[in-house]
């Protein structure tokens, strides 16, 4: 009972993503990091269920996932709260290395920075996923988004790694499947309701960080 508990725990649900990545927006259009690092942790659900290969991704998507964590539950958590209140609070503190890494590697800013950068991965390869056809395949939709998203911020051998990853991703079928939504029609109309929500966060990101120069934090 317990281990069948846990497993549903652990599976992933297209639904629940969608339903963090709502209630990531306040009235005023500002993020709050709680549902912002909840979504995440939806998506690693589903990047766990496809298995070791993409352990190493997993991995240090936890570890930002929780340096984010540590800071909201820190004693100055409620300078956490929203993203662009933690933008504030650290910049104003003096709190994020901004030209080289130095006595601050575990900033909101910076670590932040890592995941925005993905979720422009994940709306450009959903938004793939959503127009694809039947015989579309998984390994390439994933490499162009990545190609236009993260891999330019990182080192050739992660570019290498990511690369070898994807060429074991399921099938287009099997993917949906895994989503946890029901037939192909139905994870299609779910996309579609989930890209504006994801789009809408990641621009209102994208727009605070250009206005505070913090698109290239190291
Ligand atoms: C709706 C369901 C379908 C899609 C579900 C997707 C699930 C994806 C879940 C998590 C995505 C991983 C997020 C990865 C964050 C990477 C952050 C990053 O860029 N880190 C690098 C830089 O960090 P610092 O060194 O500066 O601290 C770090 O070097 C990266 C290491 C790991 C490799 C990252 C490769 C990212 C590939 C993203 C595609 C994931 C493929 C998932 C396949 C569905």
């Known amino acids: 009972m317990a281990d069948s508990v846990a497993s549903e725990d652990q599976k992933f649900c297209l639904r629940e993503v969608l339903d963090t990545f709502k209630l990531c927006l306040s009235e005023n ?56 209140l933690m933008v504030k609070y650290e910049l104003e503190n003096e709190l994020v290395d901004l030209t080289k890494r130095g006595s601050h590697p575990e900033s909101g800013c910076r670590t932040l920075l890592r995941l925005h950068r993905a979720l422009r991965w994940l709306e450009l390869f959903l938004e793939r996923l959503r127009t694809s056809t039947e015989d579309s395949k998984t390994s390439v939709m994933c490499s162009e988004a990545y190609n236009e998203s993260l891999a330019p911020h990182h080192p050739w051998v992660v570019r290498k790694a990511a690369g070898m990853a994807f060429c074991v991703l399921p099938g287009r079928p099997a993917f949906f499947e895994v989503m946890n939504v029901g037939p192909p029609e139905q994870v299609v109309a779910m996309l579609g309701e989930a890209l504006p929500l994801i789009s809408e966060v990641y621009q209102i990101t994208e727009e605070l960080y250009t206005q505070h120069n913090l698109l290239d934090l190291p």
Do not use: C, M, P
């Open 29 to 84: 259009k500002e993020v709050y990091l709680q549902h912002y690092v909840a979504g995440w942790r939806g998506l690693v659900k589903f990047l766990n269920s496809l298995g070791s290969v993409f352990g190493f991704i997993s991995k240090d998507a936890v570890n930002k996932i929780q340096i984010l964590v540590n800071h909201l539950n820190g004693e100055n958590g409620s300078q956490y709260v929203t993203i662009q």
